[in-house]
């Protein structure tokens, strides 16, 4: 496990979304990882780069890092980071983003489905996903920046 112990996940949200557009180096700099080109399948139109697990000063963790980057033309990219560690409530969520809009919910295929809550905000939507296998612990976050 690598990481960036001094940041918490919401000084981490904060910090990645004030990188915008992101970057190879600059996410995995601020989540203290090295990020590498999966070469995906679908690869012609963005790169996909995974980073290390990474463990938060407060105990969440990071378990993947998705981060996407169209090849050509200006786009900000695409970023999940995929939840272990503590349980992270949506109450916790509702602490640092009150303003937030139901934007999916699983539709009974899977349990790795989820419901998931995005806020509006001045550089994009981020959103919260709870996936149906563990319904109170958030499972993933999603930087959609315009």
Request: include cysteine; charged fraction near 20%; charge should be negative.
């Amino acid at each position: 496990m690598t990481g960036n112990t001094h940041l918490t996940l919401w000084q981490a949200i904060d910090a990645l979304a004030a990188q915008l557009p992101f970057s190879m180096q600059g996410v995995g700099r601020t989540l203290g990882t090295t990020l590498r080109d999966t070469h995906a399948e679908g690869g012609d139109v963005f790169r996909f780069f995974e980073g290390t697990p990474v463990r938060l000063a407060d105990g969440t963790e990071l378990a993947r890092i998705d981060l996407r980057i169209k090849r050509e033309g200006a786009h900000p990219g695409f970023l999940v980071l995929d939840m272990a560690g503590r349980c992270v409530p949506m109450p916790e969520v509702r602490q640092h983003y009150a303003a937030l809009d139901l934007t999916d919910v699983p539709r009974g295929r899977s349990l790795d489905e989820s419901t998931s809550y995005t806020a509006a905000l001045g550089w994009g939507r981020l959103s919260f996903g709870f996936a149906q296998r563990n319904p109170d612990c958030l499972a993933h976050v999603a930087f959609d920046p315009t």
